[in-house]
């Protein structure tokens, strides 16, 4: 089962407004990484961070390393349509990458 | 290179049958990774080879699955006498074994077992 808890669980949003969700777990991982799948793909990398207390943007996106290693958030400025999907965070420990359950973010235009 | 490729992308199979899935990681990646992923979940671990060596399965991989990597290149991840449970989106990923880097997802094999 999944060993990360991710929250929300979903989100109803307007266009123009931020989002954040996070990811916290028990265990420590030394990456941590946000994903996002559209119906019927599979996900694709948005942001991968290495190093506790990182904080690093893609675009509109910005994501931090919690300090403890045990979480992270993402979020998201100015939403736009075409960020309608599922988000996941992964933690990571060499090859083993555990998934939380997702985000699932709904923009209204 | 177009990425991972998964084929087929849709399966729909009769309880019982057995059924194959063949992925294709990108080229020069020699880690390769099978995921389940049910609705309303994240993806979860089942496998993953290095090179031709399978390295670690899950415990979710029952007896009835088996996969391969012949040769370090595609993967094949069988199900034996399907069961209704094993319907889900099958993925694939590859990575270069880079120390944390993430993984590349293929597009998944849809199982729907009726």
């Known amino acids: 089962g999944q060993q990360l808890n991710q929250s929300p669980q979903s989100m109803f949003i307007q266009e123009g407004e931020d989002v954040s969700m996070n990811c916290t777990s028990s265990?420590?991982?030394?990456?941590w990484l946000w994903y996002k799948q559209e119906p019927g793909e599979g996900p694709v990398l948005l942001i991968a961070?290495?190093?506790?207390?990182e904080l690093t943007s893609n675009g509109r996106l910005t994501a931090q390393f919690g300090i403890t290693r045990k979480d992270s958030f993402l979020n998201i400025s100015a939403s736009i349509p075409s960020d309608v999907g599922i988000y996941f965070c992964?933690?990571?420990?060499?090859?083993?990458?555990?998934f939380g359950a997702g985000t699932r973010l709904t923009v209204k235009p | 290179d177009t990425g991972v490729s998964q084929d087929p992308r849709h399966k729909i199979t009769k309880r019982g049958q057995n059924v194959t899935f063949r992925c294709d990681p990108i080229s020069e990646h020699n880690r390769l990774y099978w995921y389940r992923q049910t609705l309303g979940q994240g993806p979860e671990f089942l496998t993953y080879?290095?090179?031709?060596?399978?390295l670690e399965k899950s415990r979710l991989l029952s007896d009835r699955f088996s996969a391969e990597r012949p040769k370090g290149s595609f993967s094949t991840l069988e199900i034996q006498r399907t069961e209704q449970g094993d319907s889900a989106m099958y993925l694939c990923?590859?990575?270069?074994?880079?120390w944390g880097g993430g993984y590349t997802f293929g597009s998944g094999t849809r199982l729907t077992v009726v």
């Open positions: 961070l290495y190093k506790a207390g």
């Open positions: 990923a590859s990575s270069l074994g880079v």
């Open positions: 080879f290095q090179n031709e060596a399978q």
């Open positions: 265990s420590i991982f030394n990456t």
């Open positions: 992964a933690g990571q420990n060499n090859n083993d990458m555990r």
